[in-house]
């Protein structure tokens, strides 16, 4: 008698959670869809793209540019850089019709020669050991050079190409 009088108690609470936790996921959903409009309707005032461009240094290496090779542009995105390194490094996005290996460097400083590169688009401070930098950037379609511009990093092959579609 006491075994059906545990199990029947159980069963009672277990259809209360049950009644409990339907009724907690209705509104949940409701303001759910909620969001979801107001994402729609944010989404509609502007092209569709990447909402954030992840940018890692040297994390692949110590001179390495990890980021996406391309990715849908026209639009402002965030931008988010981080350096893993012990060494400084910074972040540079230019538009150029150079290619990506052909940039000209400064021989006084081993830098790259910005003014005959192209435009600079972005450009981050010098970054320390993880430190992070967060910016904006609107990118039309096309192609551009990530590059770090401390002297030398570019030539020890701190470089990639994005391509916007």
Partial sequence: MLL???VLIVSLLLVALMACGSESTEPAESSSSTSS???TAVSAAQPACDAELKVELANDGPYAI???ESFQGNCEMTLDIKNYA???HNFRI???SLALDALPIDEATAMVDIEAAG???YSSGDLEQDATETGTVSL???EYVLFCNIAGHYQLGMVKSLTVN
């Fill in 119 to 121: 435009e600079i688009l």
């Fill in 37 to 39: 409009s107001e994402t």
């Fill in 140 to 142: 039309d379609s096309g």
């Fill in 4 to 6: 059906k009088a545990r």
């Fill in 94 to 96: 230019l538009k150029t």
């Fill in 86 to 88: 012990v060494l400084v």
């Fill in 66 to 68: 990890t980021a996406p």
